[in-house]
Structure formats: C-alpha cells, structure tokens
C-alpha cells in the first residue's frame, strides 16, 4: 500500500485533527462574534444617539419656548445649524408660520418624524417638540433634523474593527494551537513509536513516557503492561519451539542449532566432538500393549536418566517417537564416547516402573565422531544413523559408525531417493515376457517385469531395485504405476488387435495394504480394463507369512474378477489344506526346482507338484526354462504353460508386437488364455 503524501499525513495525525477541528470550532463560533459585537456596540449607539438627541432638542425646546421673537428664534436655530450636529430646523407656529435659519442644508427634504434610529434609513433623525408658552399652552412646533452619520461611521469602524480582532484572534488561536499541538502529542508521538517498536519485534526496551495527561499515562501503563505480557507469551512459545512437549528435552530444531554450534567451536579449537543416536528396543511392544500413556511415561523417564547419566554441557533432545540424539562435546578419544554409552545403557537397564508394571528397557546407540566420521551435521547424523541400525542388528548396545559399512548403506540411501524421482522422471518402464501354451504353444498371456533405466547404472532389473522400493514404502506407489502403465498398454495393443493377459508381481508389503483390493478396482474401472485380463503373482512364501490376512486380501480379489498365481511354487512349501483353501487359479513352479541337478534327474519333486496342482484344480506353469528338453520335459509331465529364454526374453510391448509377427503366435482370447 502506498504511503500518503504530507498533506494527507498531517491530516490524519492528531495535531492535525486538533487543528481541522479548531478551524471546524473558528468557522462556526467566529462569524457570530463580529455579528454579535456589532448588533451590541449598534444597538447601545443608537440608545445612546436616540437619547442623546431627545434629550438635546427638549433643552433646546425650552431655551426657544422662553423667546418669542422670531428674529431671535431664527438666529438660534442657524446657530444650531451651524453646530453641525443640527442639520435641520424649523419652527411651526400655531397660524401655520415657518420659521427657518438663513441656511438650511437640508429645508428641500420633506420632514418625516423618527420614533428610532435610521427609520427611515435616510441619514437624519427627525423629530418634533412643542413649544409651550407661560401657561403651558403649546403655541408653536419645533422640527428638528439630527445627522445620523457620526453614528453610522462609528458603527461601521467598529463592525471594522470587530473584524480585525476576529482575524486576529483567529490567526493567534491557529498560530498556538499548531505550536502546542505538538508539545501536547508529543507523548502520544513516544506511544506511538513504542508501540511501533513492539509491532516490530523489539520487546526489550522498556516504555518511558513522561506526561501529565491522566489518560496518556494509564494508555503507557496499559501498553507496558502489553509488552511484558508478550515478553511471556514469546519466550514460552520459543520454548514450545524448541523443545519437546512431553519430555521437556530440546527438540530437532533446537538440537540442529546446537550441534553446528558445537560442530562451529570445534573446528575452531581442533577438539573432537561425538553425535549419537538412541532408540528404544520394543518400544513399539510396549507402546501397543500398555497404551500411549504409559509409552509417554515410559519417555519422560527415558529422557530423565539420559539426562541424569550426562554431563550439564552435553546435549540431549528427542528427535521424535522414541529416538534421542546427544551431542557429546570436548571428547578426548574414543573411550569417553563409549564410556558414555555404557552409562546411558546402565542406566537404562536399571527396571522401570509403570502403572504397576515393572519393565526391563533396553535401548541401542550409534556413535559418530566429528571429524574422523564426517565434518558436517548431515553426514554426522546419517553416520550414527546407519551405527545405531547396526547396534540394533547385532543386539550389542552400541555401535561406532563404520565408514566401509556406511559407504554401502550409502549408496543404498542414494539409490533409494532417486528411486523415488525416477517414477516422476519416467525412467521406469515395462518389458514384458510371453507365457506359452504348452499343448498349443500359443501365447497364453504376458507376464509385466519392471526395469529401472539409470541414467548412470543403465538398465536394472526389479531384483536391484524391489527390495529397496520394499523398505522404503515406495513399493505401494509402484505397483499402482505398474497397474497404469500395464492397463495403458492393453488398450494400445487391443486397438492393434491384440488382447493379452497381463501378470503381474505382487509384494509382501502390498498384501499387507488393506485397500489394496480397492485400488486395483478403481484401476479396473477407471481403464476399462476387464478383470479377467489382470492376472497377480504372488511368492508363495508371502503367502505363508500371515496365513489368515493374506487369504481375506485373496478373497477379496478374487471377489473382483482378477485371476491369481502361486509365484515360486517349491520353495517354501505350504500345506495343502492351506493351498486348498487359497482362491487361486495356478501355480508357477520355483525355477530351482527346474533347475537342480539332482532334480531334474528323477522328476519326481517336479512330478508330484504338477499332479497336486491339477488335483487342486489349478494350471501349472514354469518359469526360467531355459533350453528345448526342459521345455519338452515339462510339456511330457503335463505342465500347462512355459515362460523362459528359451521361448523368448523379456522385451518391450513394441517388439513383442514384432514378435508376434515374426514367431505367427496369435494371442488367445479370454476363454482359451483362462482355462483351468
């Protein structure tokens, strides 16, 4: 927003209200000062005027009344005239005689008597008196004419001067109120810019206002007080800030800060300095069985003897859940780390009571040293990161960080975000590899295969990659990728009139997905795609990890349409009445049974596990054949369908068109890919 100008700053300040609101005050009252003192001054000159001359001609009356000669008579009046206050005069006997002076300046103006000052508003007052004689008979009438412009020109200069005193008072009102309104603002300026100071931040400098305005003091105590207020109010929420609600330990943000602190002071004096990383074992266990509340007590302990356990100049925070980090400043050698560590560990071992529970806590710890580990806080933190997953792997406390282990673990790490933005950069994709129809050797279907292309590893395949997608949790947003770009692709060969099942892998972690049943449907349905042509693979060995879970998903599935498959059929092998129980509609024998030696010699193994598949009612299939006499050999053992080098390599949905062509392997539809 634009800044006003000066003329609109003044006015909305309040010397300048003050003054807007004085002249506001002057335009009203000062107009009816001058009007005032004029109808006074006007009205007591005319009294007085009126008065005056009443009383003037009554003396003069009497003086002429005393003389009855008219020469006389007529020099009185000239004298009169010629007094210059009498500008008219006349005498009317009773027969009607006029009597005039030689000089009359105004003897050709009709004479009209005046009750009161300018009534006739011509310049003369007019009146007449009777002459009375020694018996009180009027015997004549005496005109006389007084001139009104004396006090005409007296009222004027003063309506004048009226006015000049107006001007001047007005000018003096505005000249004082501009010089003390801001003497009298100029507490309410210091309120002003300390407020200002507070809206900016600056809460340190204490308000001093000096006045003795009652009001603008209680307005600087109440904004004092405010102050103070937030003072509180800010330290408490930069505590809450930086600190841990429940333990009171100080929280990453904090933590960060004092280890490049620490990490600052030591480069400067060339001394060691240790980051650890702690977590409770079970804590999750614990958490699930007691509840949180006692989880949370269980932390607030932890915090207190980890606390208890260190040095005051040492730093313990709680990162989050149940992991702590230390830093560990001024470290003469390896042994003060891991001294202690040990004595965090015997502390924790020490048994906790809980809600009437006794609980034996045990904890894991991984130590990294600045600089032998990493000269920055990141690398420190990763390094005792990756320590305290070992500590926790070999059960043994603590660990140290290991820089050969590290470098794998970090490349790991480095591979697993770039898997991440390898989905939105689209550098996965799909090869596909042909399923054959044993008795026919017609294609039966495809089985889609997940390749990585690296812009600096090249080519992966799902093996160097799944596992990671796995532990990270990208596994779900892959499989939902897979799901789009396989359905996608069925429409683009179905136009080219093409139609060919699709295989699928699904993980162990996927199965663990309750919604996953939902989210292929929403698949199914948003490409059009009918379920019948969506077949999902799942290792038999998943199977077995959670029996009773993994076979409500299966059932769910099943319920859609979609058919399913035994993946690795062999290599861990579950019970039959489990098998029997499970919705699938074939099994793909572990190619390690194809492949041993020893088996492939008798085919017994081979043998049984086609026959109890068609016994279940299920189609057998074979990957990883990878020569014409196994292939023979399992078309001879009555195996169903085939897939391997030796029939062709995975390949991309362009060249299996190609293929196709080439190889005159006509895709099957639905009923005949499907049969059971």
Same mark, same amino acid.
């Given at each position: ?11 909305? /300040? ?22 005032? &003192? ?23 009356? /009497?003086?002429?009344? $005393?003389? $009855? ?57 007019? %009146?007449?008196?009777?002459?009375? @004689? ?38 003096? *009102? ?46 600087? @105590? ?40 620490? %990490? ?25 069985? %007691? ?24 730093? &313990? ?10 830093? %560990?400043?001024? &470290? ?13 560990? *015997? ?12 609980? @034996? ?26 320590? =305290? ?16 282990? @590290? ?80 359905? /996608? ?17 699904? /993980? ?5 997905? +309750? ?134 390599? +995975? =390949? ?25």
């Amino acid at each position: 927003m634009a800044k006003p100008g000066g003329i609109a700053r003044f006015i909305n /300040s309040l010397t300048g209200r003050l003054t807007l609101g004085l002249l506001a005050i002057h335009a009203l009252m000062l107009p009816m000062l001058p009007a005032g &003192v004029v109808l006074l001054v006007k009205e007591g000159y005319q009294n007085q005027f009126v008065n005056q001359v009443r009383l003037d001609s009554h003396l003069f009356a /009497s003086l002429l009344a $005393q003389d $009855q000669n008219e020469q006389r008579l007529r020099q009185l009046l000239h004298d009169a005239v010629l007094g210059g206050h009498v500008i008219y005069a006349e005498i009317i006997t009773e027969t009607g005689a006029v009597i005039q002076p030689e000089a009359s300046r105004l003897a050709q103006i009709q004479f009209r008597e005046d009750f009161f000052f300018s009534e006739h508003d011509d310049g003369v007052y007019y %009146l007449a008196i009777p002459l009375y @004689d020694e018996r009180g008979k009027a015997r004549a009438t005496l005109r006389l004419g007084y001139d009104e412009t004396p006090t005409l020109e007296l009222i004027q200069r003063t309506y004048t001067r009226s006015l000049y005193f107006t001007l001047a008072y007005f000018v003096l *009102s505005l000249s004082l109120t501009l010089m003390l309104a801001p003497l009298l603002t100029k507490s309410l300026r210091r309120l002003r810019d300390a407020a200002q100071r507070i809206a900016d931040g600056n809460l340190r400098e204490q308000l001093q206002v000096t006045t003795s305005l009652t009001e603008v003091n209680s307005l600087a @105590d109440d904004l004092e007080m405010m102050r103070r207020e937030l003072i509180n109010k800010s330290e408490t929420l930069e505590y809450q800030a930086l600190h841990d609600p429940l333990t009171g330990l100080p929280n990453r943000t904090l933590f960060d800060d004092r280890l490049e602190q620490a %990490l600052m002071e030591a480069r400067r004096s060339g001394e060691s300095l240790a980051v650890c990383l702690m977590d409770l074992n079970r804590f999750k266990e614990i958490n699930d069985t %007691l509840g949180h509340a006692a989880g949370d007590q269980l932390l607030q302990q932890v915090a207190l003897r980890v606390r208890g356990a260190l040095r005051e100049s040492d730093t &313990v925070a709680r990162l989050g859940g149940d992991e702590f980090a230390i830093v %560990l400043q001024h &470290v003469d050698n390896v042994q003060h780390t891991t001294h202690a560590a040990q004595k965090i560990l *015997s502390q924790m071992e020490q048994p906790m009571e809980l809600d009437g529970h006794t609980l @034996d806590i045990t904890a894991s710890i991984g130590i990294a040293l600045f600089p032998d580990h990493g000269d920055d806080t990141e690398t420190l933190l990763r390094r005792a990161d990756l320590a =305290m997953y070992e500590a926790k792997r070999a059960e043994c406390g603590y660990a140290l960080s290991q820089p050969q282990l @590290d470098q794998a673990r970090d490349e790991k790490f480095i591979l697993g975000r770039e898997l991440r933005q390898a989905i939105n950069n689209k550098q996965l994709e799909l090869h596909y590899q042909p399923k054959i129809d044993l008795k026919t050797r017609k294609i039966q279907g495809v089985e889609a295969l997940m390749r990585w292309r690296h812009p600096e590893l090249g080519l992966l395949p799902a093996a160097q990659f799944i596992p990671l997608a796995e532990t990270t949790g990208l596994i779900h947003p892959l499989l939902l990728w897979v799901l789009d770009e396989a359905f /996608s692709q069925y429409h683009i060969w179905s136009k080219a009139g093409v139609k060919l099942p699709i295989s699928i892998n699904l /993980s162990s972690r996927n199965l663990h997905n +309750p919604h996953l049943p939902d989210q292929i449907a929403a698949r199914l349905a948003a490409w059009e795609v009918p379920a019948e042509y969506l077949r999902l693979e799942i290792n038999e060995s998943t199977l077995n990890l959670d029996p009773s879970r993994n076979l409500e998903i299966l059932e769910r599935l099943a319920a859609l349409g979609v058919r399913l498959t035994m993946d690795n059929y062999g290599a861990a092998p579950a019970s039959l009445a489990y098998l029997k129980k499970l919705p699938i509609q074939e099994i793909k024998i572990d190619r390690a049974i194809l492949l041993d030696p020893e088996l492939a010699e008798n085919g017994v193994l081979l043998r049984m596990a086609i026959e109890i598949a068609h016994l279940l009612g299920h189609q057998v299939s074979a990957q990883g054949v990878e020569n014409k006499e196994l292939l023979e050999r399992l078309s001879a053992l009555g195996c169903d369908n085939a897939q391997g080098y030796s029939l062709s390599h +995975p =390949m991309t949905a362009t060249q299996l068109l190609q293929w196709l062509k080439q190889a005159r392997h006509p895709a099957t539809n639905t009923d005949h890919a499907g049969g059971a």
